[in-house]
């Protein structure tokens, strides 16, 4: 299992291997769909995807955030977090859909972006 | 333009043409990313999301629910919402990936769906 990079009662965070920023938040607590969650956590969960959002924007800069929910192969509700290039291998595509071009993105390091957002996380439950 | 099934101040609602049940909620005024939104919509937003859900769950009774925020092609702010059954065109991949088998629904006719699901809409506005 891979490790998680933020984890509390109720939300826990992994990276997707990607060339690019892709972050995925779990509920801790295994829920089938958004409305079997309580309003409390569906807030978290909302509060945190926006904080991931922020984070990705201002660190990245990309030209597009992409977020999904599916969980068709695994139905435990999470939420895919991306951050798009026009430059990245799938754009304008989704990262689902077909390859366009290979890739040439150049990013910063993601070590201070994780850092920060792992900050910004941890006051989610100071709310 | 397609006709809106629903539209006020805040969300405009599009059915979009597919096998499956598959709405779009667009923010009636144009943001490009859900953190460029003001936080009163965003909660409208989170909150016509559920009610979708909710209603596609009671009356199709999906085997998932697909969510997704792409908007690569058209940078104004919009939600899919989707019924994913295991017999659909694409499951389990989602509705961006490789057809999967040629789809064999047999659903309820849309029609009650859609008028309940705009009663339940109008009732946000009185949140």
């Not at 929910?69 to 695994?74: A, C, E, L, S």
């Not at 304008?92 to 850092?115: C, H, N, T, Y």
Request: with cysteine; aromatic share 12%; hydrophobic share 40%.
């Amino acid at each position: 299992m891979q490790e998680a990079l933020f984890k509390n009662e109720f939300i826990t965070v992994f990276k997707e291997e990607s060339h690019i920023p892709w972050l995925k938040i779990f509920t801790t607590e295994p829920y089938k769909e958004l409305t079997d969650c309580p309003k409390n956590l569906r807030d978290i969960l909302y509060r945190s995807i926006e904080i991931v959002e922020k984070e990705m924007r201002e660190y990245y800069k990309p030209d597009k955030i992409n977020i999904a929910m599916f969980g068709n192969y695994v139905p435990h509700l999470h939420v895919h977090i991306m951050a798009r290039f026009k430059s990245d291998a799938f754009f304008p595509e989704s990262m689902w859909g077909k390859k366009q071009r290979e890739a040439s993105l150049v990013l910063p390091d993601e070590k201070i972006f994780l850092e920060e957002l792992i900050k910004k996380l941890h006051s989610i439950v100071n709310m």
